[in-house]
Nanobody
Framework: QVQLVESGGGSVQTGGSLRLSCAAS????????MGWFRQAPGKEREFVTA??????????VDSVKGRFTISRDNAKNTVTVYLQMNSLKPEDTARYYC????????????????WGQGTQVTVSS
């Protein structure tokens, strides 16, 4: 079955960096957009960034532009997606989820078919 497993979360101070990884397996991910969402306590899940299957297009929420970078490494039946997060701020604190959908980028969580369990990112001031 399809599995998405996130890793790389942790606690950092303001201005620090983290790199999240998402290992996806269980099917061919050709043509699948991979995205990152985040959810802080008491808040709705928020779109952060996504990258198309061929990595030809990426999109970011305004609040992370210039600080976060998404990339992907496609293999035959797996894909690893990375989220490099620099200049972290306390407002970036959330649980970060990897998600996947067939086709192009959508910012709505309901458009994504597969989800990981998430990894916690905590940024202290």
């Amino acid at each position: 079955q399809v599995q998405l497993v996130e890793s790389g979360g942790g606690s950092v101070q303001t201005g620090g960096s983290l790199r999240l990884s998402c290992a996806a397996s269980g099917r061919t991910f050709t043509g699948y957009t991979m995205g990152w969402f985040r959810q802080a306590p008491g808040k709705e899940r928020e779109f952060v960034t996504a990258i198309t299957g061929s990595a030809s297009m990426t999109t970011y929420v305004d609040s992370v532009k210039g600080r976060f970078t998404i990339s992907r490494d496609n293999a035959k039946n797996t894909v690893t997606v990375y989220l490099q997060m620099n200049s972290l701020k306390p407002e970036d604190t959330a649980r970060y989820y990897c998600a996947s959908r067939f086709g192009g980028v959508f910012s709505s969580a309901s458009a994504y078919d597969y989800w990981g369990q998430g990894t916690q990112v905590t940024v202290s001031s």
